[in-house]
């Protein structure tokens, strides 16, 4: 059974710092597109960051680019968001998505994607 399980969001201050993690189960890592997507109240669901392990790519959304990094943890099946710098427009319930490795579709293209966690709230406090 394919599970994306995400933790480690909540409530900090702006300028601070979480990290995110979506440890994932059932398929394996290297085949597949890890994406971070976001969802604040009353808009819809953006990309924030993406990592292929089996190729490198690793792609940011241009919001987050330069605060936000995206990594794996291999052996343990986990990818991890490190969020610097936060801002209040940071403030979102955070979903780690999973799709099979393509190279005919964008990352930030939700609908693409097939596997999804529960969610993490992060809220971020001016």
């Known amino acids: 059974e394919v599970q994306l399980v995400e933790s480690g969001g909540g409530l900090v201050q702006a300028g601070g710092s979480l990290r995110l993690s979506c440890e994932t189960s059932?398929?394996?890592?290297?085949?597949?597109?890890i994406t971070w997507f976001r969802q604040a109240p009353g808009k819809g669901r953006e990309g924030v960051s993406s990592?292929?392990?089996?190729?490198?790519?690793?792609f940011y959304g241009a919001t987050v680019q330069g605060r936000f990094t995206v990594s794996s943890d291999n052996p343990k099946n986990t990818v991890y968001l490190q969020m610097n710098n936060l801002n209040p427009a940071d403030t979102a319930v955070y979903y780690c998505?999973?799709?099979?490795?393509?190279?005919?579709?964008?990352?930030?293209?939700?609908?693409?994607?097939?596997?999804w966690g529960q969610g993490t709230q992060v809220t971020v406090s001016s």
């Open positions: 059932g398929f394996d890592l290297y085949a597949h597109t």
């Open positions: 990592i292929t392990v089996g190729d490198g790519r690793i």
């Open positions: 998505a999973a799709r099979r490795k393509t190279y005919g579709s964008s990352w930030y293209i939700r609908e693409t994607y097939n596997h």
